[in-house]
């Protein structure tokens, strides 16, 4: 897994091409790496084969396969060539560099990431990576504007903990007012959006108590598929101005995520269930119970579908989830167990809240021991 990330960037926007170096620390060791199936390496630390491969799991997505003769832990790679988009295999995945609207994710594979030609090996290296990235932009024409989640400075950007990357380039309106940094493609319903996005940070911030981090939102043309990151959101153009942008709130929630531990973070619970039980709620104060309800109703509606393809979940408990891998159960059944918990405990659950938010760490022992402190009551997750 990736530990620091290096990396300079030239594009290319009439060829839809790029030339990266990357200087990766890694964890531990590593000899294999995936790349962009249009990204050929010219140079590595150490001599290296490159082969075009299908990901085992998920044939149909080509990656660009990197095995250096011997494994390392810290490793200089060199590559270049057109970035291509995988929206034949992946509808979402349409990153391409162009001068109408450049996205470059983890997702498309823009840098050499370690893992196994396997789908889920490389689900698993990016979403168990930790790691801090510096970047250089370089090629971008007059007019575009680079959008990026972390810190930006001319074209150096740097992010902190993170475990992607997303890098937007298009003719981006900046809007930066309080905590809120905003990159659109137009400025319509924009106001009313920060007005929303305003209410939602001082609603979870009366509740939970105040956050000093940024919050980045970066604007995408239509069906790229909502993505986010430590302290940014990338989404629609359509979904931004929403009568009840829900999936904002959502994002901005996870500012307030607690700390679980890495074996209770496998379940997502304090994580997902938590963001969409606080979206839940700002809908409540922002738009009224009814909405409230209605988002109530679409999560149990949800979780009645996974239960209609898979029985078995009804009997689970959230700390099983994510041993087996049914993580998904967080962002329905997951809010449904807070909301529950929140009808029977009344007011002193924002109190359970507090403290999980506080902890060095959680995990569902420490959540019970918490639930049982403030209200008496046992549960059983
Ligand atoms: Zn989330």
Redesign the pocket.
Known sequence: MIEHLELHLNLDFKKGALEGKATLKLAGKAGIFLLNRGLKVDSASVPFSWRLEGLRGFEAFEVGVVRLENPLKEVKLSYSGRLESYESVLPYLKDSISREYTLLRTDSLFYPIPSEPDFESLIKSVVGSEFNAEITVEGVPEGLVVAFGGEIGGNRLRIDGTNRLDIAVAPFKVIEKGPFRLFVLGEEGIGRTLELLEKAYWFYSSILGRRTNKFTVIETPENYGGQ?GKGYALVSGSSLRAEIPANLY??LA?LWNPRATPEAHLSRFF??AF?NYLTALAIGEIHGEEAFNRFIEGLRRDYEAIVGRFPEAEKLRPSEWGRLGLWELSYTKGALILYDLHLLMEDSFYDVLREIVEKESVDFERFREIIKDVSGIEINV
């Open positions: 986010a959502h994002e996870h994580d997902e963001a």
